[in-house]
Each structure stands twice: as C-alpha cells, then as structure tokens.
C-alpha cells in the first residue's frame, strides 16, 4: 500500500504563485515508477496535469500548463512538488497526487493510489 498526502493548496489573485508537494509513504512504495499530478474543477473530468518518472525525473506537462508549473521530485523525501506560477482563474480546481508501478502515463487509469486532494482557488 502508499499513501499520499497532498498540501500546498489555498486561495490566490490571478498571477500569483503556489507550490503543492505530495509526501509518500507506504511498505510498497519501492515499487513505485512514476508520479503525477491531476485536478478536477466541478462538473469536469479529472484531467493529467503533469506526470514524472520516479527515476530519472523525465517531466510530462498538459498543453495548458506548459511554461508555467514545473513538476520536481525529491527521493530523498519520497515527495513530489508541483511548483505553479502565473495562476489563472481556469486552473481553479481540487488537485489530486498520484501514483503508479506500472507505465506513467496521462490518463487517471493508469494511476494506482490517489491523495485526498487539494483545493487551488485563484480569483480574477
């Protein structure tokens, strides 16, 4: 089993910056091959933001937030960040970490343990 807790999330004006992180814990986190972040505004479906490998750290991001969130891990730590600057009112939504043993892919199937979320509110 892992367990992932998310933190980080809040209330912000449009550009503006938050930082999410993700601690991961669990007896079989060791088989864990990749990480990523989500979110779900109401009324949508919850939808791949970034993606990383546990690994080497190769990077996947959404067309909509390319340039602007970057996606860190720290080993170490077991924790995965996801650093977003130049907020804007349409990436209002719960952001969920997620984690994998298999492929690392963008679609929530191929996620195997799921953190409680985090609400991200940005005001216009």
């Known amino acids: 089993q892992v367990q992932l807790v998310e933190s980080g999330g809040g209330l912000v004006q449009a550009g503006e910056s938050l930082r999410l992180s993700c601690v991961a814990s669990?007896?079989?986190?060791?088989?864990?091959?990749?990480m990523a972040w989500f979110r779900q505004a109401p009324g949508t479906e919850r939808e791949a933001v970034a993606t990383?490998?546990?690994?080497?750290?190769?990077?996947f991001y959404a067309d909509s937030v390319k340039g602007r969130f970057t996606i860190s891990r720290d080993n170490a730590k077991n924790t995965v960040y996801l650093q977003m600057n130049s907020l804007q009112p349409e990436d209002t939504a719960v952001y969920y970490c997620?984690?994998?043993?298999?492929?690392?892919?963008?679609?929530?199937?191929?996620?195997?343990?799921w953190g409680q979320g985090t609400q991200v509110t940005v005001s216009s």
């Open positions: 669990g007896g079989t986190f060791s088989r864990v091959t990749g």
């Open positions: 997620a984690a994998t043993y298999g492929n690392v892919w963008s679609v929530k199937e191929a996620y195997d343990y």
């Open positions: 990383i490998t546990w690994i080497r750290g190769s990077a």
